[in-house]
């Protein structure tokens, strides 16, 4: 029997629609979990926001004050004989406090107080070639810590004045009185109780600090976390009122390499103060408690105090500075004083307006010009022989 084409076609459709209901059956039961059924979704909307960056740690601002002060020499000379009545150990006795009694006030509510100690402290009588050499009793520390000094710089030529066992004593009495000292070539950290870490590099090197030497204790202050940098330089010359060219230069040097303050010392006479860059330049001190003299040819002295301002993101800078004019005793300033024994040994600030007050803003500005400069030491060789 022949089966017509038509009936062929038509079963073999209707073949292929019941395999279809029979697929679409079973899907639709899951028996086929492994095949994922998809569910059409709505576009995401790509993310136009910017990301808030992170906030950064701060801190409240603060402001810190550094003193400084010159040349704190607490002996005679060895040819003045210590009972006498213009000698400085006639003068103090035991009273350690005497010295800083007028110008205490000055240095309790700052954060740091530097000055130079150009004497050596013995309890032994020791013997010295130099003409100039000063020793001073061990006891004679507390004038620095009542007076509220919180670190010497020892980098001196006074500090040789006795050879070794000099300094070795000297070293033994700052110890004692838990005094901070650096020495020659010698680099200290310091945090103040209101949390500033300072850096000082002490230097001397025969009145020449290497150049090369101070770059580098510069990076190593601040590879040690220094904030803040004090390089302090014994250097020049006696009784000169202008810096020489190769101090400029190791100054601005230290400056550009990362210190903030320049501390000088050495020429018994102030000299100019100079912002440069971000740093301070203070090119000398002068003389402060100067037992070298009872009457320095010199009788101005200051003290500088430089503002420090720590910022809200913990950065550092000077934020200016304050001078204080005084004189290296208070006779000139209260008795008018003026002969050979004028100095009693207490640095006494000027009278507001006088014209020594002005004289030394002179000398800082660097407009002050001297009547002469240098020293002749020769007179005082042949009366002392």
């Not at 130079?116 to 000063?134: H, R």
């Not at 945090?191 to 600090?209: F, R």
Request: charged fraction near 20%; proline fraction near 5%; charge should be negative.
């Amino acid at each position: 029997m022949k089966i017509k084409r038509s009936t062929i076609v038509f079963a073999v459709s209707l073949l292929a629609l019941i395999a279809v209901l029979i697929v679409r059956k079973v899907q639709n039961n899951n028996l086929w979990p492994d095949v994922p059924v998809r569910e059409a979704s709505a576009p995401v909307a790509p993310n136009t926001e910017a990301t808030p960056a992170p906030e950064l740690p701060s801190v409240d601002e603060q402001d810190y004050v550094i003193s400084l002060v010159g040349d704190c020499t607490l002996a005679s000379a060895q040819f003045i004989d210590p009972s006498e009545h213009r000698s400085i150990e006639y003068h103090i006795q035991q009273d350690y406090s005497y010295p800083f009694s007028n110008t205490r006030e000055y240095f309790e509510s700052d954060d740091l107080t530097l000055a130079n100690l150009e004497c050596v402290l013995s309890d032994v009588n020791l013997s010295s070639y130099e003409q100039f050499s000063f020793r001073a009793p061990t006891a004679y520390a507390e004038i620095m810590t009542q007076g509220g000094v919180d670190f010497v710089t020892v980098a001196n030529n006074h500090l040789g004045d006795f050879g070794t066992a000099g300094e070795e004593f000297t070293y033994m009495a700052l110890d004692e009185h838990n005094l901070p000292y650096g020495k020659d070539g010698e680099s200290k950290l310091i945090t103040t109780e209101s949390g500033l870490t300072i850096g000082i590099y002490c230097a001397y090197e025969h009145l020449n600090p290497d150049p090369d030497q101070a770059e580098a204790a510069i990076r190593q202050l601040r590879a040690d976390g220094a904030e803040y940098v004090i390089c302090a330089f014994h250097w020049g010359k006696e009784l000169v009122y202008s810096p020489f060219d190769s101090q400029v230069e190791l100054a601005h040097r230290c400056i550009d390499a990362g210190a903030d303050l320049i501390y000088g010392s050495h020429s018994h006479c102030l000299q100019p103060v100079e912002e440069y860059g971000n740093g301070l330049i203070l090119y000398s001190m002068g003389n402060w408690v100067f037992g070298g003299s009872t009457a320095p040819t010199d009788m101005d002295t200051a003290i500088i105090q430089i503002h420090v301002r720590r910022n809200a993101d913990g950065s550092i800078h000077n934020n200016g500075y304050t001078v204080i004019p005084c004189c290296v005793s208070s006779r000139p300033v209260k008795e008018n004083y003026s002969g050979d024994n004028y100095n009693d040994y207490i640095p006494t600030p000027y009278t507001e307006g006088s014209n020594a007050y002005y004289r030394v803003f002179a000398k800082l500005d660097g407009s002050f010009t001297p009547e002469s400069e240098g020293r002749d030491y020769s007179d005082v060789y042949a009366q002392y022989g």
